[in-house]
């Protein structure tokens, strides 16, 4: 890390205001007789991050196949959201982005990119990169990540116990992750090799794991303020349940069409098994609503364990999804109608890619069956959990708190626009500006793409561009393009 790095410069300030504050607090208690000093517990934080989740893959976003009473329950007795964003149409960037609080422009990880000469995990984030985590722990905060990192190697700078979390616990890879059944989990810098899983058994299922050591964190540390980053890995291909109840509910409710790949669970393939595919599924569509459901189990097992502990009244949870829906490993969203009538999917920076169920819950501070259109992305999590903590946002965070919308208030922030860039053969721009929505692919083809523009006010969908009729606003979108793109050394754009 550079001694005087933007990290560096965050805590020294960071740790001198809240010295400074303590000092106040102590003189304040000095100055009454025989009266102790009655500090509140900072309210606890949890954020649950599902994985190609589709904007309409919820029942309370409209899913009419599968049932998910656990996050309608959250959406009853809190905030929905309708117009948050994702920080990308893929996995790395987009947990970038929601860590750091800077969009695709600016954060440091752009792209899914593997590591060099590295067995398991992606390239990492910079040292000097701070991220929400480390926010927190600077207000006093105990950290703890479950589930899928994919920013940075186990032991790298980009390591998640690294950049603030106190206990990991899941997959460091991506790549690993892509399997439900693998050997091994990381328990923070060690192996947790899981019981009965050699790629060609099927035993313990990980995410079941991920979420007993979740559950355990809150309960370990029910009398202390803490952030809970539970990065869940459903319901991502590869497409497999346990065969249990949640799976027999779906098993025969619809019609099927078996997915057929090598290299899956089977001893018939051994050591040729390929660890980044997915296996056969002969119910693909029971399983993907299975698997769901599972998350659903989850969300609902959190709430309620919350509500055992008795800190449910000052503990905010939020739940949104990574990106758009995937139709990798067996996947149909069509058929579920994923991605709400959106249009495009996982990959894509039309909406259905990039726009999230988003839901926030906060007993006594947030009304219960609020819905709101404020227009909100990922990189606006990183102010509003700081200010919730009551601790200073980074300079260089893209993001604007949402908290005055959670509390109903009406000095709420708007951004001038928002922005996102897909670093695929021939990259990808997008960018919104009010109701107006500016979409460029394949910018660096022969002959080059142009800048499609469409009104979401009118055409949600996306389905009538009209650059033509509007030239003056798709300059616009071009010079947003050009203003909110920093290149990066380790994913260039140009």
């Given at each position: 890390?550079?001694?005087?790095?933007?990290?560096?410069?965050?805590?020294?300030?960071?740790?001198?205001?809240?010295?400074?504050?303590?000092?106040?607090?102590?003189?304040?208690?000095?100055?009454?007789?025989?009266?102790?000093?009655?500090?509140?517990?900072?309210?606890?934080?949890?954020?649950?991050?599902?994985?190609?989740?589709?904007?309409?893959?919820?029942?309370?976003?409209?899913?009419?196949?599968?049932?998910?009473?656990?996050?309608?329950?959250?959406?009853?007795?809190?905030?929905?959201?309708?117009?948050?964003?994702?920080?990308?149409?893929?996995?790395?960037?987009?947990?970038?982005?929601?860590?750091?609080g800077e969009h695709t422009g600016h954060t440091p990880i752009r792209g899914n990119k593997e590591a060099e000469n590295n067995g398991e995990g992606q390239v990492p984030m910079d040292g000097n990169a701070i991220t929400i985590a480390e926010v927190l722990k600077s207000a006093g905060y105990v950290t703890g990540a479950f589930g899928k990192w994919g920013l940075g190697y186990p032991g790298s700078e980009g390591d998640a116990n690294m950049q603030g979390f106190d206990t990991f616990y899941g997959y460091n890879c991506q790549r690993l992750a892509h399997?439900?059944?693998?050997?091994?989990?990381?328990?923070?810098?060690?192996?947790?090799?899981?019981?009965?899983?050699?790629?060609?058994?099927?035993?313990?299922?990980?995410?079941?794991?991920?979420?007993?050591?979740?559950?355990?964190?809150?309960?370990?540390?029910?009398?202390?303020?803490?952030?809970?980053?539970?990065?869940?890995?459903?319901?991502?291909?590869?497409?497999?349940?346990?065969?249990d109840s949640i799976l027999r509910k779906y098993e025969g409710k619809f019609e099927e069409?078996?997915?057929?790949?090598?290299?899956?669970?089977?001893?018939?393939?051994?050591?040729?098994?390929?660890?980044?595919?997915?296996?056969?599924?002969?119910?693909?569509?029971?399983?993907?609503?299975?698997?769901?459901?599972?998350?659903?189990?989850?969300?609902?097992?959190?709430?309620?364990?919350?509500?055992?502990?008795?800190?449910?009244?000052?503990?905010?949870?939020?739940?949104?999804?990574?990106?758009?829906?995937?139709?990798?490993?067996?996947?149909?969203?069509?058929?579920?109608?994923?991605?709400?009538?959106?249009?495009?999917?996982?990959?894509?920076?039309?909406?259905?890619?990039?726009?999230?169920?988003?839901?926030?819950?906060?007993?006594?501070?947030?009304?219960?069956?609020?819905?709101?259109?404020?227009?909100?992305?990922f990189w606006d999590v990183m102010p509003t959990v700081a200010e919730i903590a009551g601790v200073q946002t980074p300079e260089n965070c893209d993001g604007i708190s949402f908290l005055p919308t959670l509390l109903s208030q009406n000095d709420q922030k708007m951004h001038d626009y928002l922005y996102w860039e897909f670093h695929s053969k021939y990259k990808r721009q997008a960018a919104r500006k009010g109701d107006w929505k500016g979409v460029l692919y394949n910018k660096f083809s022969e002959p080059g793409g142009e800048i499609e523009l469409y009104n979401l006010a009118k055409d949600p969908s996306e389905n009538n561009n009209i650059a033509d009729e509007h030239p003056e606003i798709v300059s616009e979108m071009s010079s947003i393009f050009s203003e909110a793109h920093k290149e990066s050394e380790l994913f260039p754009f140009q």
């Open positions: 890390m550079k001694l005087f790095g933007s990290k560096f410069l965050f805590f020294f300030f960071s740790t001198l205001i809240l010295i400074c504050c303590s000092c106040k607090e102590g003189a304040k208690g000095n100055s009454q007789e025989n009266n102790a000093v009655v500090t509140q517990q900072k309210p606890n934080i949890i954020y649950i991050l599902a994985d190609d989740l589709g904007y309409g893959d919820l029942a309370c976003y409209g899913q009419e196949k599968i049932e998910t009473p656990n996050i309608d329950r959250l959406a009853l007795r809190g905030m929905k959201f309708t117009q948050h964003y994702s920080g990308s149409s893929v996995c790395a960037p987009s947990r970038s982005s929601l860590m750091t399997r439900y059944y693998p050997p091994y989990l990381r328990n923070n810098q060690e192996k947790d090799f899981l019981e009965g899983n050699d790629w060609t058994h099927m035993v313990t299922y990980a995410p079941d794991k991920i979420q007993d050591q979740a559950l355990k964190f809150l309960e370990d540390n029910k009398g202390k303020a803490f952030f809970a980053y539970l990065p869940y890995t459903l319901p991502h291909a590869e497409l497999i349940s346990p065969n069409t078996p997915y057929t790949i090598e290299n899956s669970y089977t001893s018939d393939y051994g050591a040729d098994i390929v660890q980044k595919e997915y296996c056969s599924q002969k119910t693909p569509h029971a399983a993907f609503a299975s698997m769901i459901h599972r998350l659903d189990v989850y969300v609902g097992q959190v709430m309620n364990k919350l509500e055992e502990l008795g800190i449910a009244d000052n503990t905010i949870v939020m739940f949104a999804s990574d990106n758009g829906p995937h139709a990798e490993g067996g996947a149909d969203p069509d058929f579920f109608n994923s991605g709400g009538g959106l249009r495009g999917i996982k990959r894509d920076l039309y909406e259905g890619g990039i726009r999230s169920p988003f839901i926030a819950v906060w007993p006594n501070k947030i009304k219960g069956g609020e819905t709101s259109n404020h227009i909100s992305a």
